[in-house]
Structures are given as structure tokens and as C-alpha cells.
């Protein structure tokens, strides 16, 4: 059988595109790595429905629980804890859950797989008691943990807050906040006007420092964080004003922003897009969310950093744009007008160029004798000493050094051999590419795929 | 730019032939559309194998045998040559029965490289293969290298003997002069008294440049790598009749391989994986290997190399050109024969010969006729 559209990701976007497409009459499989729906955001909402878990876990995140019901009730295939590990040519999907590989046929894919952190390699990053503040929060929805002992969070944007203010609200302890922002300059003062168009936002993100002033240590102003410890963290150091500074700590959490998973429209080829203020690419696509390969679409954050409420409405309009391609009788260009999808969306980004401005990811230079890629522990010395001989293609610093190689398939370290390599040939980052994606997307055994062959001599 | 010879191609055919001509005093430039092994070089499995030649690449196999165990003295560095040995065995009575014709006739001809081994003598290689497995073809000499470190070793040693690399550099035309070639590229007009076409999957492009087309086809052999895993096999393993290679590297890494076609693209600049496709090799790994079936994997990818009808390389002067060497189409198993490809290309260039019978790669077999003018 094959399905008229795969939705990849059953969070804000993926969700609302799967229930839009089943009210068009679409057949839809949506496949998701987590084991029940919601995407990051929404991590746990069906089982945190009440408790002080879910008071903690704030507003937003109960605004998640209609469009999970809507999702569940659409009609919408589901199949949870599955990894998509290959997708090749109009359009075939390798599947794995419960250790059994699988194909699936669709007729179009939408990609709304989300974000993932932006690593930021530091001395001392790979050490024991390190860990990202997402990593963190999904301890916390999913399981209700909270970190023990000296706790402290390190990095800037909006999640760091949000998660220091669900922990507070939990009666947990945060020994103190390392802010590494710029704090409020010129630029993101100049977005703010526009800003004001999403005032509930600016509000929550002004009581959450609010929060953290009054119960714990604000540090702004944060620079050259350092992780030390034997064999595991057990203290720190930054510099702050001037001033270098040590401080005890178990759990250093740290977090300096999101980009797109672009692991997929990379291996399929598609074009992308560099953004220059959050230093990411993007699959670039047009105003339906189709990308340059006909039948492939991106929705939410893996088309470009929006947030969940720009990401339900990017679901909608991809929807719509899926039902064009597989010719469904239907006015789509009358439906954006009439649910102003448009007018939504530019509504849920309105703050977003002043988080870009507040927010900018960091630029210092990455020191000689700091990890860059974990899996296969290559330091920013070695790749610094191969790119002044190579070409500025990180493909031929993957092959020179091993860097890339590792099970994480680059995620990583990516984009901070980009900035080497701009940083050594004098290039504007934006014009280093990444590496080359090889499937599979996601590891799987060799058994697995051998079972595939099986499979086709069964048929 | 100015030199007497253009390699086109920075492969590591390119650059043996480069290395070796310079090493005898020729002035060399060479050029890479890409970054050196971007294609064939860098996606190889990197066997060093004499194993099942075609006899009439033996020659040029067991002289690069002899040098792979002494590549120190060539590029100053061993490129990560294990010399594990490769073994070939035998699933079934009927490629026990090929193995046994094969290494008889070998023998008959005088060659020993190559040794037929019973099932206890294979086991006791391999405690880890199958069972079923009930012999194989064993040579003691083979192994297999590590494909970047020896991009690495040739690259270097071809710089310090004098030659000059040019990366990103797509050659666009070719005219013949008299006495040179003008070549015009992305970086600017080179003039070279001879040209070494070592373009791989594009070689056939650069002899239409040159005026010397020819028709070949571009295999696409997929490669598995998995996670890193504690030592259990030594030797190279293959099977005959099956489309697989397995071999573990010095990295602990297992790599499988064996000849698994990728899809091609339509433009032929790029090939992609056809996982049902690998799901073949890999099965036969499995087979082989049952301990292995829980190890992740974590890349596959597919190369481009040039192939022939016959499968053998194309080596040799163009006979329609002056001044233009064919080094190409080695069709999936050209690596272990870099150093004495190299040294006998290179002879082509000093001397305008060499002492070996090239006469079964010459470019006639994959001509295309042009008409009469």
C-alpha cells in the first residue's frame, strides 16, 4: 500500500499537518521516535496531565494537550518509537521499531523532525556531569528528574530560563546561571518595536528572569567557561566582568540555542539556506513548504528556528501545500485566507528577530586542545593543522582526521568544523558547507538491514 | 601555468603516476576538480589483494605487492598496510571446486601466491566464520590499508619531490598543439607537453577533451561501515560467488563491501545507496559472521569508478593523440595496484615505454569510432 503522505515528527507541526491532511482526505502515516506524540515541547503531555510535574511545566506546555487529542482522533496512522533511518527516491521510508526494519511507500514526505541543540564545544564539554539543558528537560517531562547536588546552567536563549523556572518551581536548586548573552544590545533594542506584536511572550520571558534573579545567582556577561573535574565535573570557571572566577559544581547544563535537523534534506540533496544571524542552515522552500525536491516538504523548526506556535501553523500550510501536490479537489489558496494562515504565522514570529539579536550564537575561536568531535575524540588543534592544507570542503577534513565518522553521524561537530574551516581560509561562515550525509539516518545493525533482503525474497 | 606533464585527476592513481614521474626529475602539475580522493580513492575498502587477479593484471599486481610491503620506501609512511591476509573461502562444494581449478591452474603457471586451505585451517584462521564454510583460497601477503592515510602519504610525498597540486581546479577543454597541450581550466590555462588522464569515473570526459573518446561505464559499489566492536576478525574475508568483502579495521571499525551497486544518478556526477541492494552484501556478512548481526552501522555510502566491459584497467597511450596516457578504469579494484601503475606510467612518461605487457588495457577495446572526417 502506499500511503499519500509520511509525516516525519509528531510534534506542534507534524501533528497539526496530520490532522489538517486527514480532514483533506489524505492517507497519513506519521512516524515518530518518541513513544507517545507531542515533539520536544510537548514531551509527556498525555501522562503529565496533572500533578505539580504539570504546574511546573507551565502554560505552554498545556496548550500542547488539544492538539494531541486532535491528533489521536484525526484518523492519522501513528506509529511511535520508530526511527526512520533511509529515505530514498519518490519516495520509499526504511522504518525501524521494536528492532524490525521495515519499508514504506509514500506518494509525498513531510519533514517536521524538529531542532536539535547547537553544539558548542568548550574545555572541559565531554566530561561526566555535562550535559545540555534539553537533555535535562527531558529528563524532567519524561521522568520527573531533577538534577542533584551544585547545580548550574550555562548559555543563553529561552530554554535555559524556561527550564531554570520549571526547576524552581519544583522546589529544586540551581546553584547559579551563567549567562553567556550579550545582554540587551543595540541590535535586539532595534527589533523590539516589532517584538511588542507578541507582548505574552516578551512578558513570560521577562518574569522568568524575574524568577531567577529573586531565587538564585544571575551571572551575566559570562565568557571562556571552563569544565574541570577528575574523571567527572567538579568545578568551574568563567570570567565575568573582568574578573576570573571558580565555583564548586556536580551538574553543568548548558545550552546555547537550536537549529534545524537538516541530516535528511541534506542526504536527499536539497538546497539550503545559510542564516546568517543564528548561523544555521535550512532547507529552503517555497511558500507551501515544499523544498526543491517535488514531494519532499519541511514544516516547524526543521525548516528554520520559529517556535511551536509558528510550527503548528507551518503544519497547516504545508498540509495544504501536500494536498496541491497530490491533487486533491480543493481551493488551497482560499483555505490559507480563510484560517489567515499568513497572519498567524507572522504574529508567532514577531519576537523572533529580537531572540535572534539577544541571542546571537557564540563566535569566540575554539581553543587547540578542546574535543570537537566525540565519537571519534578529534580536537580543534587537529582539524585547525589539516584545513590550512585542504581545500575549505569539510568532506576533506572528514576524510583526513576522522571527524564526522563517529556514530553521531556529524550532528555534533558539523558546524563547528565550518567555523574552522572559515576561521583558517578567511571565509564568511555561510560559505563553508557541511559534510556529506550517508545514510542511515539513525544507526541500525547490521541484522536489521540483512533482514531487509529477506524481506524481498519473500515478495 | 607551465609544466611538461598535466595529471588530471587527483585520485591516487593521479597521484602515483605524479608522484613517480617527478621522483625522475619531470616537471608535474596535477589537478583535482574536487579535493584529492574525493571519489574512488576515498571510498575504497582499500583491499591490498592479489587474491582471484585476472592473470593478465598479475604482473602489475605482484610487483605492487612487493612494494605495499616495503611503501615506507616509496611515500615515507607503511599508508596503515596490515598485512592480515586475505582469505576467499568457500560456502558450498561448487566454489570449493572453482577455488581448487583456480589455485591449480595458478600453480601450474608458476605462481604461489595464492594457497587452497581446508575447513580446520580456515577455522582456526576465523574462529568466528560459519560453520558451512568449507575452504578457501588463502594468500598469506595480502591485507588491506587505510584509504585516507595512504590519500595522506602520496599526497606529501608528491609535494616534497617537486610536484604542484591544484584542488577545485575542473579541467574545460583540451587543444593539442604541436609540440604541447594547452589545457583550459577554472584556474587558468596550463600548457603541458604530456597529459595522464587519471579521471576515474570521468575519465571518459577528459579523452573526449582530449579527442580520444571512449565508452565506459561508472560502477557504483557500496560500502558499509559499523561502530567500533573488540577484535574478532583478522584476515580480509571473502566469498566466492557472493557479493561481499568484510574486513575489521585497525580502528576496530568493521567494514563490508563487495561489489553491491548504488543507483547512479542521471547526470552521472553522483550515485546514492539502494539499501535493498546492500541488504545483500550485508546478509552474506551475517551468514559469514552471526556474531555480528547486534553491531550498528554507522555510514554506507556509494563510490564512482570507472568501469570497462572486460573489467580490466585502461593503461597506455592514446593512439589517436600525441601526448595523452590513459590510466583509468579500474573498475572497483584498483588500489592495491597504485605503486606499480604508477611506476610503470611513469615509465610511459620518462621513456615512452615500459617492461611490462601493457597490451591488454589498451584503449582500443573501449574506443568509440569516430567518423570518418
Same mark, same amino acid.
Not at chain 2, 568483502?245 to 545507496?273: C, E, H, M, N
Given at each position: 500500500?502506499?500511503?499519500?503522505?509520511?509525516?516525519?515528527?509528531?510534534?506542534?507541526?507534524?501533528?497539526?499537518?496530520?490532522?489538517?491532511?486527514?480532514?483533506?482526505?489524505?492517507?497519513?502515516?506519521?512516524?515518530?521516535?518518541?513513544?507517545?506524540?507531542?515533539?520536544?515541547?510537548?514531551?509527556?503531555?498525555?501522562?503529565?496531565?496533572?500533578?505539580?510535574?504539570?504546574? %511546573?511545566?507551565?502554560?505552554?506546555?498545556?496548550?500542547?494537550?488539544?492538539?494531541?487529542?486532535?491528533?489521536?482522533?484525526?484518523?492519522?496512522?501513528?506509529?511511535?518509537?520508530?526511527?526512520?533511518?533511509?529515505?530514498?527516491?519518490?519516495?520509499?521510508?526504511?522504518?525501524?521499531?521494536?528492532?524490525?526494519?521495515?519499508?514504506?511507500? %509514500?506518494?509525498?514526505?513531510?519533514?517536521?523532525?524538529?531542532?536539535?541543540?547547537?553544539?558548542?564545544?568548550?574545555?572541559?564539554?565531554?566530561?561526566?556531569?555535562?550535559?545540555?539543558?534539553?537533555?535535562?528537560?527531558?529528563?524532567?517531562?519524561?521522568?520527573?528528574?531533577?538534577?542533584?547536588?551544585?547545580?548550574?546552567?550555562?548559555? %543563553?536563549?529561552?530554554?535555559?530560563?524556561?527550564?531554570?523556572?520549571?526547576?524552581?518551581?519544583?522546589?529544586?536548586?540551581?546553584?547559579?546561571?551563567?549567562?553567556?548573552?550579550?545582554?540587551?544590545?543595540?541590535?535586539?533594542?532595534?527589533?523590539?518595536?516589532?517584538?511588542?506584536?507578541?507582548?505574552?511572550?516578551?512578558?513570560?520571558?521577562?518574569?522568568?528572569?524575574?524568577?531567577?534573579?529573586?531565587?538564585?545567582?544571575?551571572?551575566?556577561?559570562?565568557?571562556?567557561?571552563?569544565?574541570?573535574?577528575?574523571?567527572?565535573?567538579?568545578?568551574?570557571?568563567?570570567?565575568?566582568?573582568?574578573?576570573?572566577?571558580?565555583?564548586?559544581?556536580?551538574?553543568?547544563?548548558?545550552?546555547?540555542?537550536?537549529?534545524?535537523?537538516?541530516?535528511?534534506?541534506?542526504?536527499?540533496?536539497?538546497?539550503?539556506?545559510?542564516?546568517?544571524?543564528?548561523?544555521?542552515?535550512?532547507?529552503?522552500?517555497?511558500?507551501?513548504?515544499?523544498?526543491?525536491?517535488?514531494?519532499?516538504?519541511?514544516?516547524?523548526?526543521?525548516?528554520?528556528?520559529?517556535?511551536?506556535?509558528?510550527?503548528?501553523?507551518?503544519?497547516?500550510?504545508?498540509?495544504?501545500?501536500?494536498?496541491?501536490?497530490?491533487?486533491?479537489?480543493?481551493?488551497?489558496?482560499?483555505?490559507?485566507?480563510?484560517?489567515?494562515?499568513?497572519?498567524?504565522?507572522?504574529?508567532?514570529?514577531?519576537?523572533?528577530?529580537?531572540?535572534?539579536?539577544?541571542?546571537?550564537?557564540?563566535?569566540?575561536?575554539?581553543?587547540?586542545?578542546?574535543?570537537?568531535?566525540?565519537?571519534?575524540?578529534?580536537?580543534?588543534?587537529?582539524?585547525?593543522?589539516?584545513?590550512?592544507?585542504?581545500?575549505?570542503?569539510?568532506?576533506?577534513?572528514?576524510?583526513?582526521?576522522?571527524?564526522?565518522?563517529?556514530?553521531?553521524?556529524?550532528?555534533?561537530?558539523?558546524?563547528?568544523?565550518?567555523?574552522?574551516?572559515?576561521?583558517?581560509?578567511?571565509?564568511?561562515?555561510?560559505?563553508?558547507?557541511?559534510?556529506?550525509?550517508?545514510?542511515?539516518?539513525?544507526?541500525?545493525?547490521?541484522?536489521?538491514?540483512?533482514?531487509?533482503?529477506?524481506?524481498?525474497? %519473500?515478495? | 601555468?607551465?609544466?611538461?606533464?598535466?595529471?588530471?585527476?587527483?585520485?591516487?592513481?593521479?597521484?602515483?603516476?605524479?608522484?613517480?614521474?617527478?621522483?625522475?626529475?619531470? =616537471?608535474?602539475?596535477?589537478?583535482? *576538480?574536487?579535493?584529492?580522493?574525493?571519489?574512488?580513492?576515498?571510498?575504497?575498502?582499500?583491499?591490498?589483494?592479489?587474491?582471484?587477479?585476472?592473470?593478465?593484471?598479475?604482473?602489475? =599486481?605482484?610487483?605492487?605487492?612487493?612494494?605495499? $610491503?616495503?611503501?615506507?620506501?616509496?611515500?615515507?609512511?607503511?599508508?596503515?598496510?596490515?598485512?592480515?591476509?586475505?582469505?576467499?573461502?568457500?560456502?558450498?562444494?561448487?566454489?570449493?571446486?572453482?577455488?581448487?581449478?583456480?589455485?591449480?591452474?595458478?600453480?601450474?603457471?608458476?605462481?604461489?601466491?595464492?594457497?587452497?586451505?581446508?575447513?580446520?585451517?580456515? $577455522?582456526?584462521?576465523?574462529?568466528?566464520?560459519?560453520?558451512?564454510?568449507?575452504?578457501?583460497?588463502?594468500?598469506?601477503?595480502?591485507? =588491506?590499508?587505510?584509504?585516507?592515510?595512504? #590519500?595522506?602519504?602520496?599526497?606529501?610525498?608528491?609535494?616534497?619531490?617537486?610536484?604542484?597540486?591544484?584542488?577545485?581546479?575542473?579541467?574545460?577543454?583540451?587543444?593539442?598543439?604541436?609540440?604541447?597541450?594547452?589545457?583550459?581550466?577554472?584556474?587558468?590555462?596550463?600548457?603541458?607537453?604530456?597529459?595522464?588522464?587519471?579521471?576515474?569515473?570521468?575519465?571518459?570526459?577528459?579523452?573526449?577533451?582530449?579527442?580520444?573518446?571512449? $565508452?565506459?561505464?561508472?560502477?557504483?559499489?557500496?560500502?558499509?561501515?559499523?561502530?567500533?566492536?573488540?577484535? *574478532?576478525?583478522?584476515?580480509?574475508?571473502?566469498?566466492?560467488?557472493?557479493?561481499?568483502?568484510?574486513?575489521?579495521?585497525?580502528?576496530?571499525?568493521?567494514?563490508?563491501?563487495?561489489?553491491?551497486?548504488?543507483?547512479?544518478?542521471?547526470?552521472?556526477?553522483?550515485?546514492?545507496?539502494?539499501?535493498?541492494?546492500?541488504?545483500?552484501?550485508?546478509?552474506?556478512?551475517?551468514?559469514?559472521?552471526?556474531?555480528?548481526?547486534? #553491531?550498528? #552501522?554507522? *555510514?554506507?555510502?556509494?563510490?564512482?569508478?570507472?568501469?570497462?566491459?572486460?573489467?580490466?584497467?585502461? #593503461?597506455?597511450?592514446?593512439?589517436?593523440?600525441?601526448?595523452?596516457?590513459?590510466?583509468?578504469?579500474?573498475?572497483?579494484?584498483?588500489?592495491?595496484?597504485?605503486?606499480?601503475?604508477?611506476?610503470?606510467?611513469?615509465?610511459?612518461?620518462?621513456?615512452?615505454?615500459?617492461?611490462?605487457?601493457? =597490451?591488454?588495457?589498451?584503449?582500443?577495446?573501449?574506443?568509440?569510432?569516430?567518423?570518418?572526417?
Amino acid at each position: 500500500m502506499i500511503h499519500d503522505v509520511v509525516v516525519i515528527g509528531a510534534g506542534p507541526a507534524g501533528m497539526s499537518a496530520a490532522v489538517q491532511l486527514r480532514k483533506l482526505g489524505a492517507s497519513v502515516l506519521v512516524v515518530d521516535e518518541q513513544p507517545a506524540p507531542g515533539g520536544q515541547i510537548w514531551r509527556g503531555i498525555e501522562r503529565n496531565a496533572s500533578g505539580p510535574i504539570a504546574v %511546573a511545566l507551565g502554560p505552554d506546555y498545556q496548550k500542547g494537550r488539544a492538539l494531541t487529542a486532535a491528533f489521536r482522533a484525526s484518523g492519522a496512522e501513528y506509529s511511535p518509537s520508530t526511527q526512520v533511518w533511509q529515505i530514498e527516491d519518490e519516495w520509499t521510508l526504511f522504518l525501524t521499531s521494536e528492532g524490525k526494519a521495515r519499508r514504506v511507500r %509514500a506518494r509525498a514526505v513531510l519533514l517536521s523532525n524538529g531542532a536539535q541543540e547547537r553544539p558548542v564545544p568548550f574545555p572541559g564539554w565531554t566530561l561526566p556531569g555535562v550535559m545540555t539543558v534539553g537533555a535535562a528537560q527531558i529528563l524532567l517531562k519524561s521522568g520527573g528528574m531533577l538534577p542533584q547536588g551544585n547545580v548550574w546552567i550555562a548559555g %543563553a536563549g529561552p530554554l535555559p530560563l524556561l527550564y531554570a523556572t520549571q526547576v524552581l518551581g519544583l522546589k529544586g536548586q540551581i546553584s547559579g546561571f551563567l549567562d553567556t548573552s550579550r545582554g540587551l544590545n543595540l541590535a535586539a533594542l532595534a527589533k523590539l518595536p516589532a517584538a511588542w506584536r507578541d507582548l505574552p511572550s516578551l512578558a513570560k520571558g521577562l518574569k522568568w528572569q524575574r524568577e531567577l534573579r529573586r531565587n538564585g545567582r544571575m551571572i551575566r556577561g559570562v565568557s571562556d567557561l571552563r569544565a574541570e573535574g577528575n574523571g567527572r565535573l567538579q568545578q568551574l570557571e568563567w570570567t565575568a566582568g573582568g574578573v576570573r572566577r571558580k565555583a564548586k559544581a556536580d551538574v553543568l547544563l548548558v545550552h546555547e540555542g537550536v537549529v534545524p535537523r537538516i541530516h535528511e534534506t541534506l542526504a536527499l540533496g536539497c538546497d539550503h539556506d545559510w542564516n546568517p544571524a543564528q548561523k544555521y542552515f535550512a532547507a529552503r522552500s517555497n511558500r507551501w513548504g515544499e523544498t526543491s525536491r517535488p514531494g519532499l516538504f519541511v514544516a516547524g523548526d526543521a525548516s528554520g528556528i520559529g517556535g511551536w506556535t509558528a510550527a503548528t501553523v507551518s503544519g497547516e500550510i504545508a498540509a495544504l501545500g501536500l494536498a496541491g501536490h497530490l491533487g486533491i479537489k480543493v481551493d488551497t489558496e482560499a483555505l490559507r485566507r480563510e484560517n489567515q494562515l499568513d497572519g498567524r504565522r507572522s504574529r508567532a514570529l514577531a519576537l523572533r528577530p529580537f531572540l535572534d539579536a539577544l541571542y546571537t550564537p557564540p563566535t569566540t575561536s575554539i581553543a587547540d586542545d578542546v574535543v570537537v568531535c566525540r565519537c571519534e575524540e578529534v580536537t580543534a588543534g587537529t582539524i585547525r593543522k589539516v584545513a590550512r592544507t585542504s581545500t575549505s570542503d569539510p568532506n576533506a577534513i572528514k576524510a583526513a582526521t576522522r571527524c564526522g565518522m563517529g556514530p553521531c553521524q556529524g550532528r555534533q561537530c558539523g558546524y563547528t568544523v565550518q567555523a574552522i574551516l572559515a576561521e583558517v581560509h578567511n571565509l564568511p561562515v555561510g560559505d563553508v558547507s557541511f559534510f556529506n550525509i550517508r545514510p542511515p539516518l539513525k544507526p541500525i545493525t547490521l541484522g536489521e538491514i540483512a533482514s531487509l533482503g529477506e524481506l524481498e525474497d %519473500a515478495e | 601555468m607551465k609544466a611538461d606533464l598535466l595529471v588530471i585527476g587527483g585520485g591516487l592513481h593521479g597521484l602515483s603516476v605524479a608522484l613517480q614521474s617527478a621522483r625522475r626529475g619531470v =616537471s608535474v602539475i596535477l589537478v583535482e *576538480r574536487h579535493f584529492l580522493g574525493r571519489h574512488a580513492s576515498g571510498a575504497t575498502a582499500a583491499g591490498v589483494r592479489t587474491l582471484g587477479r585476472h592473470p593478465a593484471e598479475l604482473p602489475l =599486481s605482484l610487483e605492487a605487492a612487493a612494494t605495499w $610491503h616495503a611503501m615506507t620506501d616509496l611515500v615515507g609512511d607503511d599508508c596503515g598496510f596490515n598485512a592480515c591476509g586475505q582469505l576467499q573461502v568457500a560456502e558450498d562444494e561448487t566454489a570449493l571446486a572453482k577455488i581448487r581449478d583456480r589455485v591449480s591452474r595458478l600453480e601450474a603457471q608458476g605462481f604461489t601466491h595464492e594457497r587452497l586451505i581446508g575447513s580446520n585451517e580456515l $577455522h582456526s584462521l576465523v574462529p568466528d566464520l560459519a560453520r558451512h564454510c568449507l575452504g578457501a583460497a588463502w594468500t598469506v601477503d595480502d591485507g =588491506s590499508a587505510d584509504p585516507h592515510r595512504t #590519500i595522506g602519504a602520496f599526497r606529501d610525498a608528491a609535494i616534497a619531490a617537486g610536484v604542484q597540486i591544484v584542488e577545485k581546479c575542473l579541467v574545460t577543454g583540451l587543444v593539442r598543439h604541436s609540440t604541447h597541450w594547452l589545457a583550459q581550466t577554472s584556474k587558468g590555462v596550463i600548457e603541458a607537453g604530456l597529459i595522464v588522464n587519471a579521471g576515474g569515473a570521468w575519465a571518459d570526459q577528459v579523452a573526449a577533451l582530449a579527442g580520444d573518446p571512449v $565508452h565506459q561505464a561508472i560502477r557504483t559499489s557500496m560500502m558499509v561501515v559499523t561502530e567500533r566492536t573488540s577484535a *574478532r576478525v583478522k584476515p580480509v574475508v571473502s566469498s566466492l560467488g557472493q557479493k561481499l568483502s568484510f574486513k575489521q579495521t585497525a580502528q576496530g571499525t568493521l567494514v563490508i563491501g563487495g561489489g553491491s551497486q548504488g543507483k547512479l544518478a542521471p547526470d552521472r556526477q553522483s550515485a546514492s545507496v539502494d539499501m535493498v541492494a546492500l541488504a545483500a552484501s550485508v546478509g552474506a556478512a551475517v551468514r559469514l559472521f552471526p556474531a555480528v548481526e547486534g #553491531i550498528r #552501522i554507522v *555510514r554506507t555510502w556509494a563510490g564512482m569508478e570507472a568501469m570497462t566491459p572486460d573489467h580490466l584497467p585502461v #593503461i597506455g597511450f592514446s593512439h589517436r593523440v600525441d601526448g595523452l596516457i590513459h590510466a583509468f578504469g579500474f573498475s572497483g579494484h584498483g588500489f592495491q595496484l597504485v605503486p606499480s601503475v604508477g611506476r610503470a606510467v611513469a615509465d610511459l612518461v620518462c621513456q615512452g615505454s615500459t617492461n611490462l605487457d601493457l =597490451s591488454a588495457f589498451d584503449v582500443t577495446r573501449i574506443a568509440i569510432e569516430r567518423a570518418a572526417a
